[in-house]
């Protein structure tokens, strides 16, 4: 059950089969057959004699074999993501001194990734990098990066979703009670924004496979790698 459940989560098929080629076991039994997919551990090959597919153990083949394997796994893994998201407010904590409330709210954003491939995707590491707007009672300032990480991505099955949980952004909010005003004229009220999020999204080879921003001049400040971590793998 456990490698049907493995093959099912991380199944990459290929553009095409490639011609027959001898695989060599461990044992050095020799079998001639087309490779179909990957999954993970595991692959399918097609043998030549018969057409019957099969699965197996990528480990249980000799060193070119499982090199030649894991390259054409690579080289054959398409991708294509459509990336979504929410806000979630986490807490917050009030005080006032003298005439003024102070006010810091916890949020994240729900980062929503669906595989738009029929078949699964894995080994995907998520970069994401989130931005606010700092509001000095002078209107709101350029987006600045709050917050920024890294979170790892086992799997997403065909056709399905992925969520990744970012790393805490503080959003900070000050209140002049009614009927005061600052000495130097500025608003009597004053609350940080949100600027924005980049995602970035890499296979397990490092290679950018997709990318999203709120803003597309956003993308010149989330690159390289991002300040945080977030170790958690999504679910």
């Not at 179909?36 to 480990?59: E, H, M, P, Y």
């Not at 503080?170 to 009597?188: C, P, S, V």
């Amino acid at each position: 059950m456990k490698t049907l459940l493995l093959t099912s989560l991380c199944l990459i098929t290929a553009v095409k089969t490639l011609p027959a080629r001898e695989f060599t076991d461990l044992q050095g039994r020799k079998l001639d057959a087309e490779l179909v997919s990957v999954a993970g551990a595991q692959a399918v090959l097609k043998r030549s004699t018969d057409g019957r597919s099969f699965n197996v153990s990528i480990a249980s083949f000799t060193e070119a074999d499982q090199k030649f394997m894991q390259e054409w796994a690579a080289q054959n893994t398409k991708y294509n993501f459509e990336v979504k998201y929410t806000k979630k407010k986490l807490g917050e904590m009030k005080m006032k001194r003298n005439d003024v409330t102070y006010e810091d709210e916890r949020w994240i954003y729900k980062i929503e990734i669906k595989n738009r491939m029929p078949s699964a995707v894995g080994d995907l590491r998520v970069d994401y990098w989130c931005f606010r707007k700092a509001d000095e009672g002078k209107g709101k300032g350029g987006a600045r990066v709050e917050s920024s990480g890294s979170s790892n991505v086992s799997a997403i099955p065909g056709s399905a979703s992925a969520t990744v949980d970012t790393n805490e952004i503080m959003i900070h909010k000050e209140k002049l009670d009614g009927g005061f005003y600052y000495a130097d004229g500025t608003k009597n009220q004053q609350a940080d924004g949100f600027g924005g999020l980049v995602v970035r999204i890499f296979d397990k080879n490092g290679r950018e496979v997709h990318k999203f921003a709120t803003k597309d001049d956003l993308l010149a400040a989330a690159l390289g790698n991002p300040k945080g971590n977030n170790s958690e793998e999504s679910k």
